[in-house]
């Protein structure tokens, strides 16, 4: 494996790592290990562990349409470290197929040794590297992986951009579009329950729902997107999303959209 350095890396990739690196979450990655508890304690409770990280860059590299495939990788042992399993990662498969690999978590391995390696306190974040070979089971810190899952991510996967290019905060709905999911007599014919799990994994991420009338499934093109007006008013306060939000003087609301 080949470590890359960020200035080498395509237009589109770079894109995506600067707009994801903004976020308070990966302020606090990038802390590592010099976080306190209740950073580290909010990162997890607000759903930014390494798998969830993993997924919501992946879905930004497709969001600003990374010349590539986009794989979320998963490694489940290491052979080298037996603290170091359960890890995962974004991989991009490029044209020329050269495989990227982007981890924006790896300094959480400074306490792989003991005493704590200086090598794993002094990673970047985000760690990127290139493989030798496509599909390889070897991370630079880890090592080798046992087992090593990946699956590919699709734009069908991506919930989009709710924030606004102008002010950039996040976009709601000025009000319930025509089959919100938090209008009554369940308009969009959700199974028992389907809806409090949505809003349960939302409130965990310390996020919110999209809009299911604005994702990029249905035709609206990313950075239209808009946090369904429904969820805002009935757990906008429970959201730390929202309420950061509403803190920084947003939202910027937008008309719901009108679909013939």
Excluded at 9 to 20: D, Q
Excluded at 195 to 214: F, K, N
Excluded at 233 to 243: E, T, V
Aim: charged residues 25%; aromatic residues 8%.
């Amino acid at each position: 494996m080949t470590r890359v350095e960020l200035q080498r890396l395509p237009r589109s990739v770079r894109a995506a790592i600067e707009k994801f690196e903004s976020l308070f979450a990966i302020g606090i990655w990038r802390d590592f290990p010099h976080v306190t508890q209740g950073e580290l304690r909010l990162t997890f409770e607000a759903g930014w562990d390494p798998e969830s990280v993993s997924r919501a860059f992946a879905r930004t590299l497709l969001e600003h349409q990374v010349d590539g495939e986009v794989f979320l990788t998963y490694g489940d042992e290491s052979a080298r470290h037996s603290a170091g399993g359960d890890h995962w990662w974004v991989r991009i498969m490029l044209p020329d197929q050269r495989e990227l690999n982007i981890d924006w978590t790896a300094r959480q391995f400074y306490n792989l040794e003991q005493p704590h390696s200086p090598q794993h306190q002094d990673l970047p974040c985000p760690l990127v590297w290139q493989s030798d070979q496509p599909g390889e089971s070897v991370h630079p810190v880890t090592g080798t992986y046992l087992l090593l899952r990946t699956e590919r991510v699709g734009i069908e996967d991506s919930c989009g951009d709710v924030r606004d290019s102008r002010t950039g905060l996040p976009r709601v709905l000025s009000s319930k579009c025509r089959t919100c999911i938090f209008r009554p007599g369940n308009p969009m014919h959700l199974e028992d329950g389907y809806r409090d799990r949505m809003v349960h994994e939302a409130l965990a991420r310390g996020s919110w729902i999209v809009c299911h009338d604005t994702l990029p499934a249905t035709g609206a093109p990313i950075g239209t997107q808009a946090i369904c007006r429904g969820f805002w008013d009935a757990h906008g306060p429970d959201s730390l999303g929202c309420r950061v939000t509403a803190a920084l003087g947003g939202p910027i609301y937008a008309p719901p959209p009108h679909r013939g």
